[in-house]
Every structure is written in C-alpha cells, then in structure tokens.
C-alpha cells in the first residue's frame, strides 16, 4: 500500500461573515503565501456578458481607492514579487508570495486590490481594447479556437458553464465600468470566499495575522446573487462534427469531446486512473496507437475537465489534413475498444504507481499547497481528499476502472467532434462518418 502525504500542521476557521479562513505551517522555507479565492469565476458571468468575470479580474490590479495603476505595480515590485491572477469557471483567486518579514505588507496589499479596486474609466477602456485584441489574435492559434469551439459545440444548454472564460467579442464590446462596479460588489464578498496563508510560523499564530489585517477592513453588506443554473449539458444520438473553417491551414486541430464528470465525483478517482491508461500519459493507449506506431501527431491526450459542479471529457490531438480522417478513425475506434475493455491489470497498476508518485510533487511549493488545501474545502471534498489521496489511487479495483473506461470515454453516444482547419478537406475527409457543419472560425471570437 503507497503511503499517503501528511499534510503540514494547519488551521481552518469559518468566520460569522462566511469567509473561510486558512493557516498552513510550513517549516525551514523563509517564505510567506498567500491565496484569495472569492466565488467570482466565470460561471458567475451575467447573460449577455461572457467574459465579464475574467474582464473584471483583470482590472485589478489597474488602480485601487488609494493608489493608480503605477502605484499598484511600484507596491507589488516593492517587495520582490508577482501578484497572480487567475479566473477558472468556479472562482478567481489572487496571490502574492514574499519573504516572511513582508507578510503583514503582503496581505494588506493583496486585500486593497482585491477589495477596493476603483475601476478607473481610461482603464477600463484600455482594458476592452486590449480584451477585444487578444481575442481577434486568438483566431491565429487553431488550439485555442478547438477548445472555444468545445464550449459553442457542446454547451449549449442553459448552463452557467455554458461559455469560454475569455468571452465572446460581442459582449466585450458592451462593457462599461459599471459592469465591473457591478460584478465586483456582487461578487467580492466574504461568503463563500476563502483566504489562505502558508508561512513558517505556526498555524495559530498565521490566523492571528490574518484576523489583525481584515479587521482593518470594512466589508459593504453581503449581496446576494441568483442562484446559478447548471442544466445538464445536451446529448446527441449521434457523433456530429463541428468545423472551424481556417482558410489556407494546412494542418487540423481535432477535439472529441463528452459530458465528464465534477470534481466531488464518487467516480473521481477511478476516472483519473482510467483516464490515465486512456491518454493522460506520455505512455498510454491512445500516444501508441497515435504517435508511436502510425505517426499521426506529435500531440495525443485525453483529460477529465473537472470543475465545481459538471466536467467534460476531451480528447485533443492535430494532424496534417491529409490524415485527419485515419487520426479521427484510429482515436474512436481506440477509444471504443477501450470503453468496452477497460484498463488491462498491467496498465492498471502502472498507472496507480505513476499517480500515486507525481501527487507529493504537486503540494512541494508554498502555492501548490495553498491552492490544493482551499480547492479541497471550496469544492466540497474536505481535507482527507488530499491525506488520504495517494492510498485512495491504490485502492482503484479493476472493476471501478472498467465502470470509469465505459462512464467517461470521449467518444461515447453523444460526443462532438471539433476540427479547426480547412473547411473543404475536413468536410470531405469527415462525410461519411458523421454529420458535418462548417463555420468560419471568426464566429468563435
């Protein structure tokens, strides 16, 4: 049996505004973190304003109550660091990592811009520009437009999941500054959001800190929102395929893609070892069968996108147009097999070893931990998702396995199939095998 990772000493205190708040000890690293994830993700976007979570996230760091723009980035490079950003589908999150003797500085600094950002109106205009830009530029990389051509494909019912994080140019171009006052005063509340901190003092004394520094705060009163809507993503009887004509491309981005799982799953961990055998190593089914011995592509995976509450999963490949449809023939077929058969007993316990190693590496840093530890308490898990996971990925049986393999295979009923590439080929290549549409591509900016 694999012995599991002991997490370091910790603390966890739910406060009476809903804020969760979380202290990590971790000894000999001279280093303070921390982590503010609020429930402001992408699914909270309102209709007709995809993209607003991510828009408003990245205004931010572009002017608070007491500082402009300068002022924010001469505060962050100050004290040596970066201030991270991120927006997924569940929550945007803020961080900041300093040597210790900063770490009241830190946590002030980090508060000011995640609570009392002032939205000047010349930034915000700045921001659609640039915004509007990095979509247009995005129709240049066939990867991206895939996995945008995924959400137009397969998410088409009424769901809060039911967009890109990044939006769509037709709604970017209605954002106003009250837009972002709005979306931000919404959703920047303590409940539901969680502050964690990871520092070589111990973890009552790090919850001490955190309590000094958001006494000094003064929250407006708590909003609510409606409640979020998380329709069941549709199903076809049939595999169709969606093309994204990109005209003159020589090569063809392939995505086949199915309704997955969320994170808080029962199912979670023998679809991540199934998953595993399928295509999520570099040794696994579908990169032999693909790469090694016919020579399709370089690039071969499949993954479980889990998020909150629903997930797809995807298979992701490319090729020259010449062989999109023996790469789309070879994949389902393997596919196929495999949702029928389910991972050999060899390949099973391969793929246990192979998880079951890499899972300490990712908790190794002062911010791997800090975002492990709250996607755990946010997502509903708790705590023993993380010190019981490697004995869990040991435990997988062969049945569960097989029950995952047949769950979850991308190319199941239902599936889509996306290609971005030359319209023509890809439709006479695919003919045959499915119903085809064509697009032009600039549909998906």
């Avoid at 640039?130 to 995924?150: F, I």
């Amino acid at each position: 049996m694999t012995r599991d990772v002991a997490l370091p000493p910790l603390q966890t205190a739910s406060e009476p505004s809903g804020l969760t708040l979380v202290a990590i000890q971790r000894r000999g690293v001279p280093l303070f973190h921390v982590r503010f994830s609020v429930p402001a993700g992408a699914s909270e976007d309102p209709r007709d304003k995809a993209g607003l979570a991510q828009f408003t996230a990245d205004l931010l760091r572009r002017g608070t109550l007491k500082r402009d723009a300068r002022g924010v980035d001469e505060l962050i490079e100050s004290m040596g660091t970066g201030l991270g950003i991120e927006v997924t589908l569940d929550e945007a999150a803020l961080t900041l990592t300093v040597p210790v003797d900063l770490a009241r500085q830190a946590l002030d600094a980090l508060l000011e811009v995640a609570l009392q950002p002032s939205f000047p109106e010349n930034e915000v205009a700045a921001a659609r520009r640039r915004t509007l830009a990095a979509l247009q530029s995005d129709l240049d990389e066939p990867s991206s437009v895939a996995a945008r051509g995924g959400h137009a494909r397969l998410r088409r019912a009424p769901s809060a999941y039911g967009h890109p994080a990044h939006g769509y140019k037709r709604d970017v171009e209605t954002f106003q500054r009250e837009d972002a006052l709005s979306f931000h005063a919404s959703r920047y509340r303590p409940r539901g959001a969680l502050l964690a901190v990871v520092g070589n003092a111990e973890a009552a004394e790090l919850l001490a800190l955190i309590r000094e520094r958001l006494a000094l705060l003064k929250w407006t009163a708590d909003a609510r929102t409606q409640p979020l809507d998380f329709a069941a993503l549709p199903r076809e009887g049939a595999l169709r395929a969606l093309v994204l004509h990109k005209p003159d491309s020589t090569q063809a981005q392939v995505r086949i893609v199915a309704s997955g799982i969320p994170r808080r799953s029962l199912l979670y961990m023998p679809a991540v070892v199934a998953n595993t055998v399928l295509g999520g190593g570099f040794t696994s089914l579908l990169v032999d069968a693909i790469r090694v011995d016919r020579g399709l592509s370089y690039s071969v995976s499949t993954r479980l996108a889990m998020a909150r509450n629903a997930g797809l999963s995807v298979f992701a490949s490319f090729t020259k147009n010449e062989t999109l449809r023996e790469l789309v023939d070879v994949a389902v077929e393997k596919m196929a097999s495999y949702a029928r058969s389910g991972p050999s007993e060899e390949a099973l316990v391969k793929a246990r070893s192979y998880i079951g190693g890499l899972f300490p590496l990712g908790m190794e840093s002062h911010e791997a931990l800090a975002e492990q530890v709250a996607d755990a308490l946010l997502d509903g898990l708790g705590l023993d998702h993380l010190a019981t996971y490697r004995s869990r990925v040991s435990a997988v049986t062969t049945a569960q396995a097989h029950e995952a393999a047949a769950r979850l295979s991308p190319a199941r009923e239902g599936a889509q199939l996306i290609v971005v590439g030359d319209g023509d080929s890809s439709r006479k290549a695919l003919a045959d095998l499915c119903l085809v549409e064509v697009r032009p591509i600039e549909e998906l900016a």
